[in-house]
């Protein structure tokens, strides 16, 4: 069957978002534009998380999907960008074990999965996470010393498009599978691994079975240890999730923060005298002089 046409869009234009054209209407009508910076407020979580503690840091990958396949332009610059990330993760967190999230594109081919991990612990990584690798791949990385730091049970990320997010190991076998899942990545070099959304009895008895350490993530079970989302624990999901514990309320202590300094921007309260400096006045006279004459 043809595409119906009104499914085809021919420009790139959009009535919603705020473009060019619309910004130059609020200077028009006199309305007040806010402009966000978010700067460097992943890195600047993983500097919380060191001040106090935490042992383990996540840190995602950023590759997309717009990046292609490996060794094209468009993936060269975004496998720069990620070698950034972990560069400037490591910048604000000297001690904490940084376990980058490596996109399936580096690690598709056992090689590149060795080149690319490599060269990331080089920027900094002190292991690395190929989210549902094959032991063959796995045991390449670790003979080529990689340091690999891996996952079992429900997995997270773009693979859930194939397999879903739900709860494993509710049945015996389904538990015993997850366990021989653990214990293969363990024998073909994997350091250490989380275990998702697995029952806690289950959870509990493979972090005791495992040499290497397991850390339970929605699995309520104390395991080797845990992994929360920040996500989670600062409450910015849509909903409450029913595996985890929220700590504190970020989202609207943001939008509270937010809200104050647009309010006092569109009723032309900030930015006053004193967030500023003056000109020298015969600076100034000089200056209104030339801007007259122009």
């Not at 959009?14 to 130059?24: F, M, P, V, W, Y």
């Not at 690798?133 to 340091?147: G, I, R």
């Not at 363990?186 to 290497?212: D, F, H, Y």
Request: hydrophobic share 40%; aromatic share 12%.
């Amino acid at each position: 069957m043809a595409e119906s046409t009104a499914d085809i869009k021919m420009s790139t234009a959009s009535k919603t978002r705020k473009n060019l054209n619309k910004l130059q209407k609020m200077k028009e009508d006199g309305e007040k534009i806010c402009q966000v910076c978010p700067a460097e407020l992943g890195p600047f979580f993983a500097l919380a998380a060191e001040m106090v503690g935490c042992d383990v840091f996540r840190v995602p990958g950023i590759l997309s999907s717009r990046a292609g396949t490996v060794h094209t332009p468009d993936f060269d610059a975004e496998w720069y960008n990620s070698q950034m990330s972990v560069i400037k993760y490591r910048e604000y967190s000297k001690i904490m074990h940084l376990n980058f999230y490596l996109p399936v594109q580096f690690y598709a081919d056992k090689v590149d999965a060795v080149k690319y991990g490599a060269e990331l612990v080089f920027d900094g990584a002190d292991s690395i996470l190929p989210m549902g690798v094959t032991n063959e791949v796995l045991k390449y990385m670790s003979d080529n010393w990689v340091p690999v730091y891996g996952h079992i049970g429900a997995i997270s990320g773009w693979q859930t498009n194939a397999t879903g997010y739900k709860r494993l190991g509710k049945t015996a076998e389904e538990a015993f599978e997850i366990f021989k899942w653990g214990y293969e990545y363990q024998e073909n070099g994997m350091g250490c691994m989380t275990i998702e959304l697995t029952p806690q009895e289950v959870a509990q008895a493979i972090s005791e079975k495992l040499r290497v350490p397991v850390i339970g993530i929605a699995a309520g079970a104390p395991c080797d240890g845990s992994e929360m989302v920040d996500m989670d624990t600062f409450g910015v999901m849509p909903y409450k999730p029913v595996h985890a514990k929220t700590y504190a309320e970020l989202l609207p202590f943001l939008c509270e923060a937010y809200m104050g300094w647009l309010d006092d921007v569109k009723d032309e309260e900030y930015p006053k005298k004193e967030n500023g400096f003056a000109m020298d006045p015969e600076e100034l006279e000089k200056f209104n002089d030339l801007m007259a004459k122009f």
